[in-house]
């Protein structure tokens, strides 16, 4: 994997949360930081004032800014975390565009998402969930009320949602190695369901219910054994839950340095999509949440 972390800059406090995030997350991982700004120039129009051609400025106050944004932004990463290697450009495209094409050959893409509030957790802007829906690359969406690792108080732990339908080893192995690099401890939830009987009237058995939640708790032990023996520094707790996932991992977020969950490369009759439990995660952790695509 590419030791390259791809960051998204707009200028929001939300972007500069996300370059923020992403230094500590190279400093970690002795990666480089690549700080990519989208932005197309449209120079402004002037008709003609009584008859006379008005020409446009010679300087363009926005252009400048889009200019000088991710070089300045580098400029404070680089004072901020001394060593960091921090490179920086200005691509003329459309931001979902350009963002996918830099994060081809990258190990990670990070990005803002706009925050709601403590409680309520984060929503995804258009561009990020065109971007996550899309990407190849893991993505790390961030608010710009997150923590700095360093002054995030105790060892918060990762958290991951794991499918055991369709257990994928790059969201497991995203997941270790991240407790792993954080030297924190891993929560992993999974969801399972009740038999359909269930929903139409039929009668509660303690005793099968009872069998089905060995059984997930069996399957999920089973899963997860090979990456215990890999990672053996990682301390895993394991949970499994009746029903979705995705309010369990909400609840967790708020303890957790990171979320992690999957989504499948598959395509729907209207584009690329992205599960409910992903979706809701994305809508309400109170923590980073890591997106990273499997077949």
Avoid: C
């Avoid at 998204?8 to 970690?28: I, Q």
Wanted: aromatic share 6%; glycine share 8%.
């Amino acid at each position: 994997m590419s030791r390259t972390i791809v960051v998204g800059l707009d200028g929001s406090p939300e972007s500069l949360a996300a370059a923020e995030w992403a230094a500590g997350e190279a400093r970690r991982t002795d990666a480089r930081l690549h700080l990519v700004h989208a932005w197309l120039w449209h120079p402004y129009v002037y008709g003609p004032s009584a008859g006379v051609a008005v020409p446009p400025p010679a300087e363009d106050p926005q252009r400048e800014w889009a200019e000088r944004l991710p070089h300045e932004t580098a400029d404070k990463l680089v004072a901020d975390h001394p060593g960091l290697s921090v490179t920086a450009e200005r691509v003329a495209e459309q931001p979902v565009t350009a963002l996918l094409d830099a994060a081809e050959d990258a190990g990670l893409l990070v990005l803002g998402s706009r925050g709601l509030g403590q409680v309520a957790g984060f929503l995804t802007g258009s561009v990020a969930q065109a971007v996550v829906a899309r990407s190849r690359t893991p993505i790390v969406l961030v608010r710009a009320d997150a923590r700095p690792a360093e002054e995030a108080p105790g060892r918060e732990e990762v958290v991951l949602g794991l499918d055991l339908e369709h257990p994928d080893a790059s969201v497991i192995g995203f997941a270790f190695r991240a407790a792993a690099h954080r030297v924190t401890d891993l929560h992993v939830i999974h969801g399972w369901s009740l038999p359909p009987y269930y929903g139409y009237g039929g009668a509660f058995d303690a005793g099968v219910n009872a069998e089905l939640l060995t059984e997930a708790q069996r399957r999920l032990t089973e899963t997860l054994t090979p990456w215990l023996e890999k990672f053996p520094a990682v301390e895993v707790r394991r949970q499994a839950v009746i029903g979705s996932a995705g309010p369990h991992l909400v609840e967790a977020s708020r303890n957790a340095a990171l979320v992690v969950v999957g989504r499948r490369n598959r395509q729907s009759p209207v584009g690329s999509h992205v599960g409910p439990v992903t979706q809701a995660v994305l809508h309400h952790s109170a923590a980073p949440v890591a997106v990273v695509p499997h077949d």
